[in-house]
């Protein structure tokens, strides 16, 4: 069982940053594939990014280059670290593990609750 707990949401201005973190419990985080999920207003949850237990990252086509997803297994903790912020970034960010990699949602073992991220125009 893991559990998954996000933190860092907020409030920021267009062009802006954050850093999200998701702090995970267990002793076997470091073999879990993460990944980064999002849900706007009345949109679908799509994914935003992942990372394989060995570090290879991936990003949907909205946030490269702008964000970046890394994993700390000392900490049991990942992150998103998300520049140049737009409005339309706007959504509850959900940190998501995997035993096995996925890009779905589908494929996903554990979930956070979320975290609210509002960027302002």
């Known amino acids: 069982q893991v559990q998954l707990v996000e933190s860092g949401g907020g409030l920021v201005q267009a062009g802006g940053s954050l850093r999200l973190s998701c702090a995970a419990s267990g002793r076997t985080f470091s073999s879990y594939a993460m990944a980064w999920f999002r849900q706007a207003p009345g949109k679908e949850r799509e994914i935003v990014a992942a990372?394989?237990?060995?570090?290879?990252?991936y990003y949907s086509d909205s946030v490269k280059g702008r964000f970046t997803i890394s994993r700390d297994n000392t900490k049991n903790t990942v992150y998103l670290q998300m520049n140049s912020l737009k409005p339309e970034d706007t959504a509850v960010y959900y940190c998501?593990?995997?035993?096995?990699?996925?890009?779905?949602?589908?494929?996903?073992?554990?979930w956070g609750k979320g975290t609210l991220v509002t960027v302002s125009s």
């Open positions: 990372i394989r237990s060995a570090g290879i990252t």
């Open positions: 998501a593990a995997a035993s096995r990699f996925s890009w779905s949602d589908d494929g996903m073992d554990y």
